[in-house]
Every structure is written in C-alpha cells, then in structure tokens.
C-alpha cells in the first residue's frame, strides 16, 4: 500500500472523528445526561470541536482535498448554534426605549467570597464582599439574584443585606453549619409581594423565587443554582502529574453524580414553573453549556439575554474562558432585552451576568 493512500485513509479517517463528535455534540442538547451520562462530553467542548472542525476544513481546502465536504457538512449545524457563545460586534446594541421603563438586573455567584486572598493564602471574605457590594451598587441593578452567598450566621446576613442594600427588598434561603451559612439572594427595588423556594433532593444546591411588580406589570423571579460537576480542572491536572491512584475514576464518580441529580432538579423548576400561572424570568449558575439538556429545557417558552442583546463572547466561568458559559437571565418572550452584559471582574470564579430588559415587546 502507497504511502499516499495510507496519508488519504488517515486524513479521512480524522476528519470523520472530529465530524462525529461534532454532531454528537449537537445531539447533546436532546439527550438527558442521567440516562446517558457521555452524551454530556461532546456537548460541554462543543466550541473547541467547532474551532478544530473549521481548521480540519481549511486545511483540506488547502490540499484541494474532496474530503473537505466532510468537516463542511458538520460544521453547517453550528450556524444555529455558534450564537449561544459568542455574537458579532455591533449587535444586541440598541438602546432601551426612552418611552418605554426598563428593569436592569444582575445575576452573580459570588462563591461565598472566598475569591480573595492575603499574601499568606488565607480567605479575605469581608474584603471581598466589601469588593461585590461596590461593583454591585455601581449597576444601578433594579433587581440582583446572588448565588452562595455567605454569612457568618443569619443575624449578619440580615445586617449585611440591610446595610449593603438600603432601600431593596430582599428575600433569601440559606443553608446554616457550624462554619456560617450559604445560599441564594434576591434583592429588588420593586415590591416583592410574595416569595418561596423549590428545594432539590440530596442537595445544598436550590431555586429561591419571588413575585415581583414592576412598572404594573407582575411577574415571578426563579434564581437557580443547579448541581454543580463538584470538580476541579486543576486539581485534576495535578492529580494526573503526580500520578495520584484513582483521579480520574473518582472524577468520573463525581460527575455521574452531579449529572443525575441536575435533570431532576430542572424538572422540579420548570414544574413549579407550569403552575405558577405568570410570566416566570429565569437566572442563576445553571452549571452547564448552551449545548446541554439543561439549557434546551429552560430556553423554552423564554429569551436568552445574551443571544438577544449580548456581543463577543458570553462566557461566565473564569477558568477555560472563553470555553464555558454557564450563567445566564431567561426572559418571558414578550419581554425584550436590550443590553446584557458580563464584565470580567475577579472578585469570584464566575462573571456577572448583567441585562436590562423591556417589560413589553
């Protein structure tokens, strides 16, 4: 056999890999990851298989190569799905009617403030909520969802809210031990006229909701926290340096755990979402890609902010960036978005997630 034809059949061979995980990570936004936990993979590093499929095809065109067609075929796709991640400049830049009232909202995980440190390694909390509070005020939020949000104990909590937020409505439900307590908040500026909370079997993780009203118009708030992979990436690549036994059985654990847990507890929202007869908005760390079950269950019936009105990269997640997205504020779809945003600050692991909407189309 040639070595031309070994070249050929090795070159096919690779583009037709790179192809089928592509579409595979497609497929992934249909399959739930409790029933088949894999499917999960394809999805999660759909924006390396694209970018990997768009230079498999420019380096085929380069060779003339007919094989081309092969990463062209599966790249056609992504055209449908290239905009949850990353959006052109100069759309989603319309200003807000100035007829029209506007709600500016923020959504954080602002990971129990334990982003900062002393010199000395050791957590600067007050420091950094000190830091949150300030970007915080500096929105002009009307309202701000915050997920593990941490306290000493629930009388600082109140104090901590109270002094941080005059003038806001506030509703919380947090989980207490003997080192503080930690959970969601939702602050408003409109009245709150009822609240509550969706808890998730086997988990710290939960969805706190309020009735707001806004400029006459009244609406139900979710801020979600769903189960997260409980890994690290870099705790992972060091375990696999030092060669440390059973790293990457005990992350595949992990994560099968987290995957059966996540499919119930959207199920358990977008339940609570069918019975509460108003038009619901959706926010929070959902901990998963715009190419998973979870975003295809929630997107339904509501409007990505960030695919409405958001421009360069949407990512959320500080480590991989721009790679992971996995914040996000859903709207009704008669509300329309007219600014999102995602400052990269570093007081936590994740970015807010920033958006100003009109009540009405």
Not at 268 to 284: F, K, N, P, W
């Amino acid at each position: 056999m040639s070595r031309s034809l070994i070249g050929g059949i090795t070159n096919r061979v690779l583009l037709l890999a790179a192809a089928a995980l592509l579409v595979l990570s497609y497929a992934s936004a249909f399959v739930n990851p409790a029933k088949a936990w894999y499917m999960m993979l394809p999805g999660l590093f759909f924006f390396p298989l694209a970018l990997l499929n768009l230079f498999l095809l420019v380096w085929a065109l380069f060779r003339k190569s007919r094989a081309a067609v092969i990463p062209l075929l599966a790249l056609l796709p992504t055209l449908l799905f290239v905009g949850r991640y990353v959006r052109p400049a100069g759309q989603g830049e319309d200003l807000p009617d100035e007829d029209r009232k506007t709600v500016k909202m923020v959504s954080y995980n602002v990971g129990r403030f334990a982003n900062m440190k002393d010199g000395k390694g050791n957590i600067m909390r007050d420091a950094c909520e000190d830091s949150v509070c300030a970007f915080l005020k500096s929105t002009g939020a009307d309202i701000i969802c915050l997920q593990e949000y941490y306290a000493r104990d629930t009388d600082d909590l109140h104090s901590g809210l109270e002094s941080a937020f005059e003038g806001y409505d506030y509703d919380y439900y947090v989980f207490t031990g003997k080192h503080g307590c930690f959970g969601n908040v939702i602050l408003s500026r409109f009245p709150i006229l009822g609240q509550g909370v969706v808890k998730f079997a086997q988990s710290t993780n939960l969805a706190v909701y309020t009735d707001i009203e806004a400029y006459g118009k009244r609406f139900r708030l979710y801020n979600c926290h769903f189960e997260s992979y409980n890994i690290s990436f870099p705790g992972i690549v060091k375990g696999i340096m030092d060669r440390k036994d059973g790293i990457l059985k005990e992350t595949e654990r992990k994560m099968r755990h987290s995957l059966s847990l996540r499919p119930e507890q959207v199920d358990r929202v977008l339940g609570h979402i069918a019975s509460c007869g108003s038009e619901t908005v959706l926010c929070g760390d959902f901990n998963d890609n715009p190419m998973s079950y979870t975003y295809q269950r929630l997107i339904s019936g509501h409007r990505d902010t960030f695919c409405e009105a958001g421009t360069g990269f949407g990512a959320t997640y500080r480590v991989l960036w721009p790679a992971l997205r996995i914040d996000y504020i859903f709207l009704p779809e008669i509300f329309k978005a007219v600014v999102h945003d995602s400052p990269r600050i570093r007081f936590s692991d994740h970015y807010p997630v920033c958006s100003e909407f009109e009540l009405e189309q």
